[in-house]
């Protein structure tokens, strides 16, 4: 029997098992270092191994691609994880005797006049609000990559005024660096990889950090701006456990659950109910069967509309309220006007002139307008929403989209036979001029 060993493969993002009845075992384990022994009966079989590995490597290659790295050009620590966004990573050795914590964050820079920044939040997991972090960036005068300390209060988010650098108060740092990945020789472009070094003195009875990183594009002065507000870059935060590894990230449920709310209502109100309400009163009236019952289907109609999208706008107002520094300005900017306009169609309601009236005809020019406006900025902005959610390729957009392709080809066809009506009723009416001017003439001969 030949015995074939292979030892010192290292891996540290999964878990990989592999058994067999000729006691081959595979495993690769996350943080650790384990060692892989293969027992083989033949050569055939030791072929079949390495097969598996190549096809290993072809079906995992995002898996082997964002692994992270204990080790720096200066220094080699314990452990390390990836982080959920921006690519970034962070790496530590944690003295218990003494409760210090040894790190280093992974980022990378998305402009050459940008920042990259790490933190701590001493109070609460999943906020920006109150972290005491570093930010490197490029000194505005010599060039060079400097690491300067910010406490991040809740002015930063309504950007009141510029954030300055101070000390770090509740975080107590005895050292703290940053360097570019490849030394000194390496220059601050787009996609620069930093290395962000500091060492942090821990509670004794605490061994979880809270920490959140970030990015931006410009620094004024010594000033960072604002970082991009997509929903990747407000998710870079986690909580991990500095002797375990084991890492957490916080999402805030019941945001997101509020997010759909407010848009699974808009939806279909300003989206469906109004443009359907708008249908039934262009469509319905015109059936003098079912005499004045199309007004009161319209405006059952519309009334619910405007209901549920005032429980939608008021869901975005409080969504406003607790994202402080994020705006969204056009779709802001079409929910108001959208729901201005309901609002003031709502009202019209009350003064509506009686059909005698002479004022009658304005009223009803006014209502078509703000009416047909209101429904076109809905609909919109139900799709600026959609865009808002980072849910423009989703099902629930798809199923919108067949809801309202469904409700055009309706009006499509209604107006093609109002058409045919009207055409009909105009060719019968000429036919009878036509006729009535026949007898007209006839009798006149006649005398």
């Not at 660096?177 to 930093?194: D, E, F, H, P, W």
């Not at 942090?200 to 620094?219: A, D, E």
Request: a positive charge.
């Amino acid at each position: 029997m030949k015995k074939i060993i292979i030892s010192n493969i290292k891996y540290k993002k999964g878990v990989i098992d592999v058994s067999g009845s000729n006691h081959i075992f595979l495993k690769f384990h996350y943080s650790y270092k384990e060692v892989l022994k293969i027992n083989i009966d033949d050569q055939t079989m030791a072929t079949s191994i390495l097969t598996f590995l190549l096809l290993l490597a072809t079906k995992l290659p995002e898996t082997l691609a964002g692994h992270c790295t204990t080790t720096t050009a200066t220094k080699t620590f314990e452990k390390c994880i990836s982080l959920p966004t921006q690519q970034a990573s962070i790496a530590w050795t944690y003295h218990p005797h003494n409760a210090t914590l040894d790190l280093c964050f992974f980022g990378t820079f998305i402009s050459p006049s940008g920042w990259v920044g790490w933190g701590i939040n001493p109070d609460s997991p999943a906020q920006m609000t109150g972290s005491r972090v570093l930010i490197a960036f490029p000194d505005p005068n010599s060039g060079q990559l400097i690491l300067l300390p910010y406490v991040l209060d809740s002015s930063v988010k309504l950007q009141k005024s510029p954030l300055l650098s101070s000390p770090l108060d509740h975080l107590r740092l005895s050292s703290s660096s940053a360097s570019l990945y490849g030394g000194k020789m390496a220059t601050i472009r787009n996609g620069a990889s930093v290395q962000i070094y500091a060492s942090v003195k821990l509670s004794s009875n605490s061994t979880k950090i809270h920490h959140v990183w970030n990015r931006g594009l410009y620094v004024q002065g010594y000033s960072p701006t604002i970082h991009p507000t997509t929903s990747i870059d407000l998710s870079s935060f986690s909580t991990f456990d500095v002797t375990s590894g084991f890492a957490t990230v916080s999402r805030n449920s019941g945001s997101r659950a509020l997010k759909v709310t407010h848009g699974v209502l808009n939806a279909v109100a300003w989206g469906f109910l109004l443009p359907a309400g708008a249908v039934t009163a262009r469509y319905l009236r015109q059936m003098q069967s079912i005499g004045p019952t199309w007004f009161y289907i319209h405006t059952a109609i519309q009334l619910s509309g405007f209901l549920l999208g005032t429980i939608g706008f008021s869901i975005g107002i409080v969504l406003g309220r607790n994202s402080p520094g994020v705006t969204y300005g056009l779709h802001r900017s079409l929910g108001i006007a959208t729901f201005t306009a309901a609002a003031l169609q709502t009202l019209a309601l009350l003064f509506r002139p009686k059909t005698t009236n002479k004022f009658r005809r304005y009223w009803k020019s006014y209502h078509h307008f703000v009416g047909y406006a209101c429904v076109v900025m809905g609909v919109v902005n139900v799709f600026q929403g959609f865009e808002v959610l980072r849910e423009g390729r989703s099902y629930a957009k798809l199923g919108y989209c067949l809801c309202l392709s469904t409700l055009v080809g309706v009006c499509v066809a209604m107006e093609v036979n109002s058409w045919v009506v009207f055409c009909r009723k105009a060719k019968e009416e000429k036919m009878k001029r036509d006729g009535l001017t026949d007898d007209r003439c006839s009798s006149g001969i006649h005398s």
